[in-house]
């Protein structure tokens, strides 16, 4: 079964930071674009950052640029997304998703809809004082 997990969410000040995980099982990230988006209450979802397989090709939402970081150990079969100066409204459920290159595009990461490749559960970041 192909399954993605994150973790490291949580309640952080304004200014503070959040490193959050994506642990992959049941198949290897290796040949997956990788990408982390949020969805905050009453909002829909949005892409926050996706990462290309091989050539660790990046790209960010404009709220986030400068601000956070992706990257991935295909040894660890695990992708993470470094917050730093976190905002209130950076507060969202995060999800990661994986996209196998085989299919998809890079370019089309960041608007990926659920439907497609396969997604983790969520983690909740609160930023608030």
Same mark, same amino acid.
Do not use: H
């Given at each position: &079964? /192909?399954?993605?997990?994150? =973790?490291?969410?949580? /309640? ?9 995980? @994506?642990? !992959?099982?049941? %198949?290897?990230?290796?040949?997956? $674009? $990788?990408?982390? +988006? ?22 960010? !939402?404009?709220? *986030?640029?400068?601000? +956070?970081? $992706? =990257? ?8 993470? /997304? &470094? ?12 999800? @990661?998703?994986? %996209?196998?290159? #085989?299919?998809?595009? %890079?370019?089309? @990461?960041?608007? #990926?809809? +659920? ?9 909740? *970041?609160?930023? =608030? =004082?």
């Amino acid at each position: &079964q /192909l399954q993605l997990v994150e =973790s490291g969410g949580g /309640l952080v000040q304004p200014g503070g930071s959040l490193r959050l995980s @994506c642990a !992959a099982s049941g %198949f290897t990230l290796n040949y997956y $674009i $990788i990408g982390w +988006f949020r969805q905050a209450p009453g909002k829909e979802r949005e892409g926050v950052s996706c990462i290309s397989s091989t050539t660790l090709r990046t790209s960010y !939402a404009d709220s *986030v640029k400068g601000r +956070f970081t $992706i =990257s991935r150990d295909n040894a660890k079969n695990t992708v993470y /997304l &470094q917050m730093n100066s976190l905002k209130p409204e950076d507060t969202a459920v995060y999800y @990661c998703a994986a %996209f196998s290159r #085989a299919t998809f595009q %890079f370019t089309q @990461c960041a608007t #990926a809809q +659920f439907g497609n490749g396969v997604w983790g559960q969520g983690t909740q *970041v609160t930023v =608030s =004082s």
